[in-house]
């Protein structure tokens, strides 16, 4: 194993053998890694089965990849010839916006067939997501991308407040590190919320996210440097979407906690009723059933709706 390339800024890989693993990679999968246990963590915390969110980890993962890929390929403007060289990928073409959308959709045509409430599993994975955006945009300082207008002053020039770029020869705003801070800052919240936070609506952290999301993304897009900016026949699509993910977001926050003032007399929780969103478990398989977790915020409030591990066992033996 050769690790001498690892160190940026050179070209930062590792060779196995033959084969070439680049620093890039390697980040943007400890970033996969991580959401998984968080969303997995959180599926158990709010009184759903961590099967089910392997099922949408499966099925949405790839999708998420693909429409990743076909978003750069559309709105950069290359020709349909080049969508399906996929091994590009290794010299760059990914936009995260399209993961974005693919992954939702394929998220929300499982909850379609599954019968699952969206809102709710969509405030677990928002969370994860924004972990592993924050830690895949180190990804970008080894590779030494996004960023922004050259700074000339001096006394400025300095990590993390700036960058220095091989390229240019010259220092620049270290967007990709603000951006980092924002999501990882977000993420640490909107997990505290989801963790403390069971009471209705649902829906609440995934609103969150497309407002935090397209917020930062609408504010550092047009400054970043033109070369990574999208813009196939001159519209810049990575800022249209963020503005779009920005007032949808804002839309549906303040739909979710008008309509719960409505229905249940506070815009959190309810005074004529149940206050949590979350007391059903959702399963993975018909023949799940639920059974007694430490980390289930359900199982401390609703004891009784719950079975011990031992006695599901049992059960299983008869």
């Given at each position: 194993?050769?690790?001498?390339?690892?160190?940026?800024?050179?070209?930062?890989?590792?060779?196995?053998?033959?084969?070439?693993?680049?620093?890039?990679?390697?980040?943007?999968?400890?970033?996969?890694?991580?959401?998984?246990?968080?969303?997995?963590?959180?599926?158990?915390?709010?009184?759903?089965?961590?099967?089910?969110?392997?099922?949408?980890?499966?099925?949405?993962?790839?999708?998420?990849?693909?429409?990743?890929?076909?978003?750069?390929?559309?709105?950069?403007?290359?020709?349909?010839?080049?969508?399906?060289?996929?091994?590009?990928?290794?010299?760059?073409?990914?936009?995260?916006?399209?993961?974005?959308?693919?992954?939702?959709?394929?998220?929300?045509?499982?909850?379609?067939?599954?019968?699952?409430?969206?809102?709710?599993?969509?405030?677990?994975?928002?969370?994860?997501?924004?972990?592993?955006?924050?830690?895949?945009?180190?990804?970008?300082?080894?590779?030494?991308?996004?960023?922004?207008?050259?700074?000339?002053?001096?006394?400025?020039?300095?990590?993390?407040?700036?960058?220095?770029?091989?390229?240019?020869?010259?220092?620049?705003?270290?967007?990709?590190?603000y951006e980092s801070v924002v999501t990882f800052t977000a993420s640490v919240l909107m997990f505290i919320n989801?963790?403390?936070?069971?009471?209705?609506?649902?829906?609440?952290?995934?609103?969150?996210?497309?407002?935090?999301?397209?917020?930062?993304?609408?504010?550092?897009?047009?400054?970043?440097?033109?070369?990574?900016?999208?813009?196939?026949?001159g519209v810049p699509w990575s800022l249209v979407l963020s503005l779009i993910m920005l007032a949808a977001g804002?839309?549906?926050?303040?739909?979710?906690?008008?309509?719960?003032?409505?229905?249940?007399?506070?815009?959190?929780?309810?005074?004529?009723?149940?206050?949590?969103?979350?007391?059903?478990?959702?399963?993975?398989?018909?023949?799940?059933?639920?059974?007694?977790?430490?980390?289930?915020?359900?199982?401390?409030?609703?004891?009784?709706?719950?079975?011990?591990?031992?006695?599901?066992?049992?059960?299983?033996?008869?």
């Amino acid at each position: 194993m050769n690790v001498s390339n690892l160190l940026w800024p050179l070209d930062p890989s590792i060779k196995i053998g033959k084969t070439e693993i680049h620093a890039y990679a390697m980040i943007i999968v400890c970033g996969m890694i991580a959401a998984f246990f968080v969303i997995t963590a959180l599926f158990r915390r709010r009184n759903m089965s961590p099967d089910l969110f392997l099922t949408f980890f499966v099925i949405g993962l790839p999708i998420a990849i693909i429409t990743t890929r076909l978003f750069y390929c559309i709105t950069d403007g290359l020709p349909v010839s080049e969508w399906l060289k996929w091994s590009s990928i290794r010299q760059g073409g990914l936009s995260i916006v399209g993961g974005i959308i693919g992954g939702a959709a394929s998220v929300a045509v499982i909850c379609i067939v599954k019968k699952v409430n969206f809102l709710r599993v969509g405030d677990c994975v928002v969370v994860g997501l924004l972990l592993a955006q924050s830690i895949g945009r180190w990804g970008n300082f080894v590779n030494q991308e996004v960023y922004g207008a050259e700074i000339t002053n001096s006394a400025l020039q300095f990590f993390p407040f700036a960058v220095y770029i091989n390229e240019t020869g010259s220092w620049h705003y270290a967007f990709f590190f603000y951006e980092s801070v924002v999501t990882f800052t977000a993420s640490v919240l909107m997990f505290i919320n989801a963790w403390k936070n069971g009471k209705k609506p649902n829906g609440i952290n995934t609103a969150c996210y497309f407002i935090v999301y397209g917020l930062t993304r609408s504010i550092m897009e047009p400054l970043r440097d033109s070369t990574y900016i999208l813009n196939g026949g001159g519209v810049p699509w990575s800022l249209v979407l963020s503005l779009i993910m920005l007032a949808a977001g804002t839309g549906l926050l303040v739909y979710l906690l008008v309509m719960n003032k409505k229905k249940e007399g506070k815009f959190i929780g309810s005074t004529k009723g149940e206050e949590y969103g979350i007391v059903q478990f959702i399963a993975d398989r018909k023949d799940e059933t639920p059974t007694l977790d430490k980390w289930n915020m359900m199982c401390k409030i609703y004891p009784q709706n719950y079975k011990a591990a031992d006695e599901k066992d049992k059960k299983k033996e008869k």
